[in-house]
T-cell receptor, first 117, second 117 residues
């Protein structure tokens, strides 16, 4: 079964701390996405990556294809980083269901991050 | 921000009534998706579309139908709403690319909170 697992489910940090959220997946992928959802619901794409590492401001995403694992790091965390962070993937296997189906995302259950001042 | 809207944003309806949710995009993207978000399950794919009149089922399609008569609009219909369809519904879009290997970021609408009483 194609699965995406995230850890931890909940995370509380103090302002300024370095934060790591982990994502693992079961079978081969063509891309992995990190998404952010603030209270009130909107979902925003942070990163899409298929290899290596990407950085945007204080956010860093890495992926290890061989180990089927990705991490999202937040440096110098701030209360405004409080949100749910969601890992999602495009599974290669779903190409057998059609190219459009392969482009749909399979999601992890999310990590709720609370950064306290 | 991608031009994607959903309507209505909130709806309360009674069991057994039909409900239609609308997703509208101004980006001319080929691919459109309906997901539902539930506590404990994360986001799951309901239906998707890869062009006008081209749609297919996702992993939780029972009780839902979709239509896409124009590139910009993707409608999700609950023919006879049930309490288990109480959820937050997100529409997403992504553009096509050249070749099978690549996928693109998905852009999400603001969501529709549906309550079936």
């Amino acid at each position: 079964k194609n699965e995406v697992e995230q850890s931890p489910q909940n995370l509380t940090a103090q302002e300024g701390e370095f934060i790591t959220i982990n994502c693992s997946y079961s079978v081969g992928i063509s891309a992995l996405h990190w998404l952010q959802q603030h209270p009130g619901g909107g979902i925003v794409s942070l990163f899409m990556l298929s290899s290596g590492k990407k950085k945007h401001g204080r956010l860093i995403a890495t992926i290890n294809i061989q180990e089927k694992h990705s991490s999202l790091h937040i440096t110098a965390s701030h209360p405004r980083d409080s949100a749910v962070y969601i890992c999602a993937v495009n599974f290669l296997q779903e190409l057998v269901l059609g190219d459009a189906r392969r482009r749909a995302l399979t999601f992890g259950s999310g990590t709720r991050l609370q950064v306290q001042p | 921000d991608a031009g994607i809207t959903q309507s209505p944003r909130h709806k309360v309806t009674e069991t057994g009534t039909p409900v239609t949710l609308r997703c509208h995009q101004t980006e001319n993207h080929r691919y459109m998706y309906w997901y539902r978000q539930d506590p404990g399950h994360g986001l799951r794919l309901i239906h998707y579309s890869y062009g006008v009149k081209d749609t297919d089922k996702g992993e939780v399609s029972d009780g839902y139908s979709v239509s896409r008569s124009k590139t910009e609009d993707f409608l999700l219909t609950l023919e006879s709403a049930t309490s288990s369809q109480t959820s937050v519904y997100f529409c997403a879009i992504s553009e096509s690319d050249i070749g099978l290997a690549g996928v693109k970021e998905q852009y999400f609408g603001p969501g529709t909170r549906l309550t079936v009483t």
